[in-house]
Every structure is written in structure tokens, then in C-alpha cells.
């Protein structure tokens, strides 16, 4: 029987751990062809796609980012093969299944919940005896009606099959993330979220786990993320998987985590700070909401001082970045609260804040009690709220304009020195620069248009020319400094107009290279001669001491000059600067 597992990709990079599990369990029962896609193909090519396999099972793996174009496909499928057995599965589908199976009658069965098991199931069934009745935990249609059997007990991890070692995704594995779970369940129950359903946390086992990473970065795996819902719950655990990854990583190997970080022991902090290479981890720390009555009506324990501490020393250790999430629209938080939020996580300097809107899950506590507080969402996925009784959207446009910048111009890490200047002495708080800003943004229609990276300190500039900000001139030597440092070849044609006339940047090149020492030792240490220093190098007047900036964070007025070197054997930019007398 010709049975092909298949999704649609947010992007080419994602993979699909779902359907490989299916896969893996089916084995060798049935030899399950997997099929990967992404929401931006063309419906039509995905169908042609399928329907030339000859299938006779396609079972699809549902979420809120694919749900609509999977539907898409469905329809066309059955119309294409009436005959085509269709079956759906995961966290979109296994809610409201009931609603789903009305909607959507190309489908003709659906799997809820943990599927490995079931799926196999289902399999036998379709090919022999037609018995569906005795599968558990599965919607089909029988008379015209619609049957939901139920649910079986949760499956022991440990027996599982590893999804991870198939031979058609050895050639991809260094170029898309690799999705890995060593345990499934939350021991929380944050009421927004679909894995607060599900009591307990049960685990793999490890050393399975230790031998699949192995495999998978002997096959060229770079990026492995684990989808653990608390990767840290158990602090033993954690730190034997993390000592496993610190001893045994192959060299370029990017781990990532989701963490909770009120419950990290310090001990277990200094130990990655001691141990851990630069670079190997990366954290994501759900914060969500800061205010205390919010997080109590969605039943999520938080303490954010110890929060703090934990993020806080990990950054202090430079060796892990950290990506922290932010969700706008949880009861209760109006406009003004969530500007607090915003701002006590900022305060926190994280490499990447990720700001989003709430969106009521099917199956989640949230969605099932909307009307407490009056929330209005969309009726389609992803469900993202509207309006509730103290957020109008109003505000959630005001905020959405904050999201816009925020990504441009922090987590993107296009001019650290120039942002963290203006929300530190120039706007009142980190939020009112970029709402303020997002504001503008949208009023000049550039969120309709695209830009390049001069056009991003062009339209900077743009806003703080029209808010008449003061000390302008430092903000532009900041802007400078951050375009330069960025770019490891040296630009054509930067987005200011240029300091120094051509004789007058002669004269200067002149005197560098005969006293190299007053850009200091390190400069002197490159050796550049006066032709190198034309061909690789930048001049750039500055109203303040550039050096004391970058030493103390403070500015003292007095003009300076920037030299950028754009080093052509390494592709990297070192900064200098002097003092003009």
C-alpha cells in the first residue's frame, strides 16, 4: 500500500519531526514515502506532486501556519482522485475535531493527539479489515455520521523508534534545522498554550537520544533545535545533556533550547558560562507578561526577579545568545501594562525580544473562556485576537507598529550603539522610541514598500530630523559608526553625504601613515601603508570622542576622526579614531 506522510513548511529551512515519528513507528509494516512542501508553493504544483506518487494514503500534519493551504490541497486532491484516502493529524486538527470533519468533507479521517501508534493503526485497518470502529483515538465517517472513538493511554517514549535516521534527509540535514524531542508534556498550565493540556512530562530515553545526535552530526546537522517544551525542568537532566554536548559537539554544531528561567540554578549557569563554547547554545525564555494579576488568570507561575537573575548572568557570560518572547493581548493587560512589559524585558538587553499578539488556540483554556473577557479574534487560523475588554485594536495596531521596527532595527542588530544611545538618553523609555517611531513609520507608507540597508539609517534619520531630537550630530557619528562596522567590505556608497573632500583626505592619510601610533597599537600593528589605506580603509568626522564612547558609553564633545578598515583577507571591519587637535 502506497502511503505518503506530507506538511507544509512555514519555510524550506523547518522540517517536519511529526510525520518522521509516524514514519519510524509504521516501519516495517508500511514503508511511508515522506513529502515535504513550504505555504508559499503553488497549491497546483503540490497536488501534481503528490497525485504522481499514486498514493493511496496521504496523511498531513496540521498546524495554525498550514492549515488553510493544507484544506487548499485536500480539496483539489479529491477532486483530482475521489478514491484518495485522506487523513489529518496534529495540534490544529485534534481539537474542535468534530467542527473539522463538518468543514472539511474531502477528509476522511482524523488522528488525535500523540499519533505513532494510532496512525499505524489506522494503516492495518485501511488495508485489511476495515474495522475503524476499534482504532482509538481517531474521527471517520460512518452512515453519513461522524464517529470519534476514544483516546488510548499515552505511549512509553522509550519503545519508540529514532525518526531521525532515514537516508533521504542525510544530503539536507546540514542546511535546515533539525527538530529533536527528548521529552514531551509541560509540568505547567499556561492557559494560552496547547501543551498545558497535557499533564505530566514523560522522557526518551537517554542514551537513544545521545546516540541520534551523534548520527546526526556525523551527517552534517548544524543546527539542532530541541522542541522540549521546559528543556530544564529536570535539573539533573539538563545538565547531563548539556555536559553530553559540551564534551561531544563537532565544531560549527548550534544547539537550541526552550528554557525556563525562573527555575535555572545558578550553579548550572556558571557551569555553561565556565564550560560552554561560545556560540554552541542558544536559549528561548517565554517571558509573556510581567504583570502579576495576568499571569495569575492564565495559571502561569512566574517570578521574574529570579527570571532576571537568570538572564542576566547568562548575558554577562557572552557565551549563550538569548531570545526572549513577549505575547500582546493576555487578559487583562491593557496598553499601559504592556508598555511595562515591554520595558521590564528590555531592560534586559536580550539579543533577540520577539514581540506577538495572542492567538486562542483551539483546545486552550483561553479560547474556551473568550467571553470573560470579551475577546474578538479572528475566525480563521492563526486566531489572533482583535480586541478584548481593556485592548482595543486600536491598540493592537499602535503596538503591531511597534513589532514592525523592533525587528528591524534591535533584532536585527544593524546599529547597537546608535538604539541603545537613543532609548537610553533621548526617549523616555525603549518602548516610546519604537512606537514612536513604528508610528512614523507607518505614516510615511514604508510599511508598504521594501528598503535596503542604507534605506534603514535614511529613514532613521528621517524620524529624528522631524521629533527635533537634540544633539543630533552625535546620533549621525553613532549611525556612522554602526553602517561601518557591519559591513565587512567597504561600501560604495554609504547614506550620508562624505566628511573630508578629496585633498582634505589626502592630507589626512598623509599624516596617518606617517605617525600611525596616534590611532594606536593596534593599528600600527596592521602595517598599512598610504595605499592601503585608500584602497581599504574610510574617513569619517565625528562631533564627539569616539574612543571614550566606546570605553565609557559617555560622549565629550570634541571632534574626532573615524577610520574604518575593511580587512580584505578576513572580511571583517576594525574601528580606530583620534582626536583632531
Given at each position: 500500500m502506497n502511503v505518503i506522510c506530507s506538511t507544509l513548511n512555514a519555510k524550506f529551512i523547518h522540517t517536519n519531526l511529526a510525520i518522521r515519528c509516524l514514519k519510524a513507528y509504521a516501519a516495517p509494516d508500511f514503508n511511508i514515502q515522506i513529502k515535504e512542501y513550504t505555504i508559499k508553493d503553488p497549491i497546483l504544483n503540490i497536488v501534481t506532486d503528490l497525485y504522481q506518487q499514486k498514493p493511496k494514503v496521504i496523511g498531513f500534519s496540521c498546524y495554525i501556519w498550514n492549515i488553510e493551504e493544507t484544506i487548499k490541497v485536500v480539496n483539489l486532491l479529491k477532486k483530482v482522485d475521489p478514491s484518495l484516502v485522506i487523513v489529518l493529524g496534529g495540534p490544529e486538527v485534534t481539537y474542535d475535531t468534530r467542527e473539522w470533519m463538518e468543514k472539511v468533507p474531502e477528509v476522511d479521517f482524523i488522528v488525535m493527539g500523540e499519533g505513532e501508534q494510532t496512525f499505524k493503526q489506522l494503516l492495518t485497518e485501511i488495508q485489511n479489515n476495515h474495522n475503524f470502529k476499534k482504532v482509538p483515538g481517531i474521527a471517520l465517517r460512518e452512515n453519513q455520521q461522524i464517529v470519534i472513538t476514544p483516546q488510548m493511554n499515552k505511549l512509553d517514549l522509550k519503545e519508540l523508534p529514532s525518526p531521525y535516521r532515514f537516508p533521504e534527509d542525510i544530503s539536507n540535514l546540514g542546511k535546515r534545522v533539525t527538530y529533536i524531542e527528548t521529552s514531551r508534556g509541560c509540568p505547567f498550565s499556561c492557559q494560552f498554550c496547547l501543551s498545558s493540556i497535557e499533564v505530566g512530562v514523560r522522557y526518551f530515553d537517554r542514551e537513544k537520544i545521545k546516540e541520534d545526535i551523534r548520527y546526526l552530526m556525523a551527517n552534517g546537522a548544524k543546527t539542532i533545535k530541541f522542541v522540549d517544551r521546559t528543556f530544564n525542568i529536570s535539573r539533573s537532566y539538563a545538565m547531563e545533556m548539556f555536559r553530553f554536548l559540551i564534551d561531544e559537539h563537532l565544531p560549527g554544531t548550534v544547539f537550541q533550547f526552550e528554557i525556563t528561567a525562573d527555575i535555572m540554578r545558578p550553579e548550572v549557569i556558571e557551569f555553561l558560562n565556565q564550560e560552554a563554547p561560545k556560540g554552541l547554545f542558544r536559549f528561548e525564555i517565554g517571558v509573556q507578561s510581567t504583570n502579576d494579576f495576568t499571569n495569575e488568570l492564565v495559571m502561569r507561575k512566574q517570578n521574574f526577579s529570579k527570571l532576571t537573575r537568570t538572564v542576566s548572568m547568562v548575558k554577562e557570560g557572552r557565551k549563550i545568545d538569548q531570545h526572549l518572547d513577549l505575547i500582546a493581548g493576555l487578559p487583562e493587560e491593557d496598553y499601559a501594562s504592556f508598555r511595562k512589559t515591554f520595558n521590564d524585558v528590555f531592560e534586559l538587553r536580550p539579543e533577540e525580544l520577539q514581540l506577538g499578539f495572542l492567538k486562542m488556540l483551539r483546545g486552550t483554556g483561553v479560547r474556551l473562556r473568550a467571553d470573560d473577557h470579551k475577546y474578538i479574534y479572528m475566525d480563521h487560523s492563526p486566531y489572533e485576537i482583535l480586541s478584548n475588554n481593556v485592548l482595543s485594536f486600536d491598540d493592537i495596531v499602535r503596538i503591531k507598529q511597534v513589532e514592525d521596527v523592533l525587528e528591524k532595527y534591535w533584532n536585527d542588530h544593524r546599529m547597537d550603539a546608535t538604539v541603545e544611545y537613543l532609548i537610553t538618553n533621548v526617549f523616555p523609555s525603549p518602548f516610546d522610541f519604537f512606537q514612536e517611531f513604528g508610528s512614523f513609520w507607518e505614516s510615511q507608507g514604508w510599511s508598504r514598500i521594501g528598503h535596503q540597508l542604507e534605506d534603514l539609517f535614511r529613514r532613521l534619520y528621517t524620524f529624528l530630523e522631524h521629533q527635533d531630537v537634540a544633539e543630533l550630530d552625535v546620533i549621525v557619528g553613532l549611525m556612522k559608526y554602526d553602517y561601518l562596522l557591519k559591513h565587512k567590505f567597504k561600501p560604495r556608497k554609504p547614506w550620508w553625504e562624505a566628511s573630508f573632500n578629496k585633498e582634505k583626505r589626502t592630507q589626512i592619510y598623509k599624516q596617518i601613515s606617517e605617525h600611525p601610533f596616534i590611532l594606536?597599537?593596534?593599528?600600527?600593528?596592521?602595517?598599512?601603508?598610504?595605499?592601503?589605506?585608500?584602497?581599504?580603509?574610510?574617513?569619517?568626522?565625528?562631533?564627539?570622542?569616539?574612543?571614550?564612547?566606546?570605553?565609557?558609553?559617555?560622549?565629550?564633545?570634541?571632534?574626532?576622526?573615524?577610520?574604518?578598515?575593511?580587512?580584505?583577507?578576513?572580511?571583517?571591519?576594525?574601528?580606530?579614531?583620534?582626536?583632531?587637535?
Open positions: 594606536g597599537d593596534s593599528f600600527v600593528e596592521l602595517g598599512l601603508d598610504e595605499k592601503e589605506l585608500f584602497k581599504h580603509t574610510m574617513l569619517e568626522e565625528l562631533t564627539f570622542d569616539l574612543s571614550e564612547f566606546l570605553t565609557s558609553g559617555k560622549i565629550f564633545k570634541h571632534p574626532s576622526c573615524l577610520l574604518a578598515y575593511f580587512d580584505p583577507m578576513n572580511s571583517r571591519t576594525q574601528i580606530f579614531s583620534y582626536l583632531e587637535k
